[in-house]
């Protein structure tokens, strides 16, 4: 894949909303957990899990856990990326917080690029009760649910989102 083919595969990405509820073969699923795990990460700690979501039930308690948003009860799978503090602040101390979450971030992010690579939809979620989520995927102590990402087959939209320019969001040498 050269350059132009990269940016016109990140531009033809989009986040969906509408699902089929068809059920994500184990192979996909494992495919986007395989790709996580490529994702840099701070001194390589890999400061990250997730808790990866097929049941029906516990779908629709997260979707009332995310304000009610129906797309996480409609998508087939939903993979809760969590930072884990222990295992970055163990060599960073405080510091380690940051990074795990940062850690989350980027796995998370691959996974959204894995799943769009396979020909699948995604929606990255960050609106959540996370005592509601924490509690309901009795998540530890050290565990932060960071993304619910919703995956499937979808709908995309019918048009492109407009982007900022790029100048907009650029800074150089200075603010």
């Known amino acids: 894949m050269n350059s132009s ?3 016109r595969f990140l ?11 068809e059920p994500l073969d184990p192979e996909e699923i494992d495919y986007i957990l395989a790709c996580a795990s490529t994702a840099p990460s701070a001194g390589n700690r890999e ?13 629709i ?24 503090y222990i295992r970055s602040m ?7 917080i940051l990074y795990a979450l940062q ?4 796995a998370c992010t691959y996974m959204m ?16 009760n996370e005592n509601a989520v924490r509690e309901l995927l009795q998540l ?16 995309p939209p019918l048009r492109p989102v407009g982007r900022m320019p790029v100048e907009e969001h650029t800074h150089r040498e200075i603010w």
């Open 5 to 7: 083919d990269f940016l």
């Open 11 to 21: 531009k033809a990405r989009s986040s969906v909303r509408s699902y089929s509820g």
């Open 47 to 59: 400061a990250w899990d997730v808790v990866v979501v097929t049941d029906e039930d516990i779908r």
């Open 61 to 84: 308690d997260l979707a009332l856990a995310a304000l009610e948003q129906e797309h996480i009860r409609e998508a087939p799978a939903v993979f809760v990326v969590c930072a884990n």
């Open 90 to 96: 163990s060599h960073y101390g405080e510091r380690g």
């Open 103 to 106: 850690d989350a971030a980027i």
């Open 113 to 128: 690029l894995a799943a769009h690579a396979r020909g699948l939809h995604s929606c990255w979620t960050g609106a959540f």
């Open 140 to 155: 530890p102590e050290h565990v932060r649910p960071v993304a619910l990402l919703a995956a499937g087959r979808g709908t």
